[in-house]
């Protein structure tokens, strides 16, 4: 019965009473691209480029090297959109040739687009490649960066986008508190928010997610960061643009209705999650979903926002 409820879920992604919230794919690089296509994504919510950086961890990778990477996947989504997330070196990511070697605190230190703003030659030969892979091809480019604090990286990394002559949309991951408490400020630089709740949830808690002794604190439930969501939600809605959620939050079906009732308008997650939050989506209202979303965020605990959001859904 499963499996005819998923093969009977294809399509675009959507609420029962049709409210589109269109389910994208995050890929690690163009050998995730078949499964993402395979899945009916509706284009890419999350193209990690790191692991380009990583096959050669003294130098970063030639400007043809990455052209020809990031044509690769652009070209899988001829229609669909394409959100590429800009290099993201450092914490659980190190590059030997980028990342500083002596923080004490490596996760909040030089990491994400701190260090590409201090190694602009990098971020420029990353957004000319991304510039000639996109040139001419019919795809919608997004470019994203990650660990946006305040208005100030916003801004920088938009210009950065500008100056490298950049034919796309220009937005900020949503992975520090920051960020989602001032999101109206960094909407003024930026067209769309992607909320990185893994990162978000790590640092809304204190809370190392390479350490499983905290990882209750990792709980995407957590209505805290249901909050966070929330406030970022609607401050893209009041300025008229778009709230992805890229991080493992979005590939929890229950939660995918949650954070939908939350106003978030996009869902990336890994293609294996596509037909199970499609099929998830597709028996809700949106009307629900708000409802879920409420119930969600008045509770303690994520525990209890879990079972709020599934009584609220389940008609109890
Ligand atoms: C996140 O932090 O939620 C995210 C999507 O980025 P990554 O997991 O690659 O840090
Ligand atoms: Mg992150």
Known sequence: ERKAALSASTGPGATSDGH?????ANVGGPADVPAAVEAG???VGLFRTEFLFLDDSKTAPSEEKQVEAYRQVLEAFPEGRVVVRVLDAGADKPLDFLTPADEPNPALGVRGLRTLLDHPDVLRTQLTALAKASDGLPVYLEVMAPMVADRTDAKAFADACREAGLRAK????VEIPSAALRARSILQEVEF???????????????DR???????LQDPWQPALLDL????AEATKAEGKSCGVCGEAASDPLLA???TGLGVTSLSMGAASIPYVRATLAKY????????????RAADTAEEARIAAQAVLSGE
């Open 229 to 232: 969501v929330a406030l970022s």
């Open 285 to 296: 209202t949106l009307a629900q979903c708000e409802r879920a979303a409420s119930a969600a």
């Open 41 to 43: 994504a509706e284009g």
């Open 193 to 207: 928010l992607s909320l990185g709740t893994n990162d978000l949830a790590q640092y809304t808690f204190a809370a």
């Open 257 to 259: 209705c949650v954070l």
């Open 210 to 216: 390479q350490v499983g002794a905290v990882s209750r």
């Open 20 to 24: 589109k919230v269109p389910l994208l």
């Open 170 to 173: 220009f937005g900020a991951m």
